[in-house]
Nanobody, 120 residues
């Protein structure tokens, strides 16, 4: 069983900052990648940022230069530092973790989501 617990969402004015965190727990053998996705009302869920075990990162074009993803492999925790927030960043942000529980068992798990609202 894998759990992803997110925290750090909230309401902020445009131009402000928020930091999201996501901690994975359970009988995890290895996490290959952790990432943040978001879903705004009426829109599909989209990738925001992702970091793989080796440290490589991917960002959506819309957040490059404003958001930074980081990870502590020992703690199975990932953070998303969001700076210079814009109203269009408003969405529910979901943490995702992909890895293995055993040599034959993989997981691809989502957190419960945390609301980020940016006022203009």
């Amino acid at each position: 069983q894998v759990q992803l617990v997110e925290s750090g969402g909230g309401l902020v004015q445009a131009g402000g900052s928020l930091r999201l965190s996501c901690a994975a727990s359970g009988r995890i053998l290895r996490i290959n990648a952790m990432g943040w996705y978001r879903q705004a009302p009426g829109k599909q869920r989209e990738l925001v940022a992702r970091i793989i075990s080796g440290g490589s990162t991917d960002y959506a074009d819309s957040v490059k230069g404003r958001f930074t993803i980081s990870r502590d492999n020992a703690k199975n925790t990932v953070w998303l530092q969001m700076d210079r927030l814009k109203p269009e960043d408003t969405a529910v942000y979901y943490c995702n973790g992909v890895g293995i529980l055993s040599p034959l068992t993989r997981f691809d798990h989502w957190g419960q989501g945390t609301q980020v609202t940016v006022s203009s």
